[in-house]
Antibody
Framework: QIQLVQSGPELKKPGESLKISCKAS????????MQWVKQAPGKGLQYMGW????????TYADDFKERFVFSLETSASTAYLQINNLKNEDTATYFC?????????WGQGTLVTVSS | DIQMTQSPASLSASLGETVTIQCQAS??????LAWYQQKPGKSPQLLIY???SLQDGVPSRFSGSGSGTQYSLKISSMQTEDEGVYFC?????????FGSGTKLEIK
């Protein structure tokens, strides 16, 4: 069965960087793009963008073009989300999900807390 | 970007009651719509895709309908396990966009 296992919670200070992992199993990793979604505490779902798992080309939604980097380690069926120069407003749970139009499978989410 | 307007923001329903949640797109999305349920501390779960197709394993009391810019999710007989937050999402154009959510509680 398809599974997405994300790395654990992070507590960071403003200005620091972090890298979240999303390890996929149960399907051929390169068959589906990997998408990322942000959910701030008590808020809705915000689409961040996607990465083409065949070419490695990322596409970012407008709000995520500056400090966010999607990457892959295809041999390990793992996608990464790096956030640079963390800000308080980056405090959220981040989800990965393979697919193109909708999100049938989700990682368990990675809680990122940014606080001085 | 396509804006998704979801209503109501919250509602409460009695056990066995029929519940309907609405979602309006800012332009025609040609049935490119999905519905999700999210429970506290959990990842969202896909319920409906393509406006009316039921995801595998989802109870048949859930159904989706609509076309053009207007879509709805219906729960035909509210159960306790249906409490949660429901989101719509358009899958027609990038960036994909979500509705703001509907919190559903038992009355």
């Amino acid at each position: 069965q398809i599974q997405l296992v994300q790395s654990g919670p992070e507590l960071k200070k403003p200005g620091e960087s972090l890298k979240i992992s999303c390890k996929a199993s149960g399907y051929t990793f390169t068959d589906y793009a990997m998408q990322w979604v942000k959910q701030a505490p008590g808020k809705g779902l915000q689409y961040m963008g996607w990465i083409n798992t065949q070419t490695g080309k990322p596409t970012y939604a407008d709000d995520f073009k500056e400090r966010f980097v999607f990457s892959l380690e295809t041999s390990a069926s793992t996608a990464y989300l790096q956030i640079n120069n963390l800000k308080n407003e980056d405090t959220a749970t981040y989800f990965c999900s393979p697919g193109r139009y909708w999100f049938a499978y989700w990682g368990q989410g990675t809680l990122v807390t940014v606080s001085s | 970007d396509i804006q998704m307007t979801q209503s109501p923001a919250s509602l409460s329903a009695s056990l066995g009651e029929t519940v309907t949640i609405q979602c309006q797109a800012s332009e025609d999305i040609y049935s490119g719509l999905a519905w999700y349920q999210q429970k506290p501390g959990k990842s969202p779960q896909l319920l409906i895709y393509g406006a009316s197709s039921l995801q595998d394993g989802v109870p048949s009391r859930f159904s989706g309908s609509g076309s053009g810019t207007q879509y709805s999710l219906k729960i035909s007989s509210m159960q306790t396990e249906d409490e949660g937050v429901y989101f719509c999402q358009q899958g027609l154009k990038y960036p994909l966009t979500f509705g703001s959510g509907t919190k559903l509680e038992i009355k």
